[in-house]
């Protein structure tokens, strides 16, 4: 199966912009899901398909794709963004139905 | 609203069969708009799927844990279930049951429950 590669630890000023990344040959095909998960709750799913974002995400988060690397963007981070973000997709090889999750990225806004 | 709930034993036993339930209400499992799936999380850990199911029954599992899962749907009932044998002090985990569209992105997630795997 595919894999998703995210770097474990990312920090930010409050108020700045941070860019988390999201690796794997699935990405060459599929658009990326992000993830948020805070401690003690699940994951809420903050960017899909191209851009997307559910009813009730702020739009300081957005998202992008080149190549095989997917990215989330938040622009002027703020405390309550600090968590762990996970990036998920379809999985290529194989069973395209199959689903992959990257290994998370913990967010500290500083 | 799609609101998912899991349910089953917290503690089982090594070698033994891990059984989860989640209930879905606000909406038909039988809807041909969603995949239902288990995602699970050890302890401090990132998050694994490990299979989804259609309503008409196709079913789709990580490679990795293929030979151990089964999931089932029950249309009555509004739910679908998880059966991991063999179970093994890796097994535990937060499992969470949610519902993801073809595209793998998951909108509706249950809050999750912890399952210990120890004699």
């Known amino acids: 199966s595919s894999e998703l590669t995210q770097d474990p630890a990312v920090s930010v000023a409050l108020g700045q912009t941070v860019r988390i990344t999201c690796q794997g040959d699935s990405l060459r095909s599929y658009y990326a899901s992000w993830y948020q998960q805070k401690p003690g709750q699940a994951p809420v799913l903050v960017i899909y398909?191209?851009?997307n974002r559910p009813s009730g995400i702020p739009d300081r988060f957005s998202g992008s794709s080149s190549g095989n690397t997917a990215s989330l963007t938040i622009t002027g981070a703020q405390a309550e963004d600090e968590a762990d973000y996970y990036c998920n997709s379809r999985d290529s090889s194989g069973n395209h139905l199959n689903v992959v999750f990257g290994g998370g990225t913990k967010l500290t806004v500083l | 609203q799609l609101q998912l709930q899991e349910s089953g034993p917290g503690l089982v036993k090594p070698s033994e069969t891990l059984s989860l339930t989640c209930t879905v209400s606000g909406g038909s499992i039988s809807s041909s708009s969603y995949y239902w799936g288990w995602i699970r999380q050890p302890p401090g850990k990132g998050l694994e799927w490990i299979g989804s199911?259609?309503?008409?029954?196709?079913?789709y599992y990580n490679p990795s844990l293929k030979s151990r899962v089964t999931i089932s749907v029950d249309t009555s009932k509004n739910q679908f279930s998880l059966k991991l044998s063999s179970v093994t002090a890796a097994d535990t985990a937060v499992y969470y049951c949610a519902c993801h569209m073809g595209t793998a992105q998951f909108d509706y997630w249950g809050q999750g429950t912890l399952v210990t795997v120890s004699s």
């Open positions: 398909g191209k851009n």
């Open positions: 199911i259609y309503y008409s029954g196709s079913t």
